[in-house]
Nanobody
Framework: QGQLQESGPGLVKPSQTLSLTCTVS??????????WIWIRQPPGKGLEWMGV???????YYSPSFKSRTSIFRDTSKNQFSLQVTSVTPEDTAVYYC??????????WGEGIVVTVSS
């Protein structure tokens, strides 16, 4: 079993850095066989896979986000985090964290709405 919960500010100003954290319960984020993923859904658009941090701590980013995105973790808190730099209104979206397994993503957080606006 697993539970994930996103947290962070719901409003970010343009050009600033968006920072979100996903708190995981029910499974250590260092457990082999699992990966920890960030996804977003802009208004009126489909899901966008942003990146992942693996159980060994190595991140991988979608080419669409690689230049502005960092994913890192705090194993003492069983959390992983997302940072997106130089945000614009186009970064307004519902942001989700999810747990990845071989067959896909089996647990998701409820999502957090982030609006980029001055």
């Amino acid at each position: 079993q697993g539970q994930l919960q996103e947290s962070g500010p719901g409003l970010v100003k343009p050009s600033q850095t968006l920072s979100l954290t996903c708190t995981v319960s029910g499974r250590s984020i260092t457990t082999n066989g699992y990966a920890w993923i960030w996804i977003r859904q802009p208004p009126g658009k489909g899901l966008e896979w942003m990146g992942v941090i693996r159980a060994n701590g190595s991140p991988y980013y979608s080419p669409s986000f690689k230049s502005r995105t960092s994913i890192f973790r705090d194993t003492s808190k069983n959390q992983f985090s997302l940072q997106v730099t130089s945000v614009t209104p186009e970064d307004t979206a519902v942001y989700y964290c999810a747990r990845g397994v071989d067959s896909g993503m089996d647990y998701w957080g409820e999502g957090i709405v982030v609006t980029v606006s001055s």
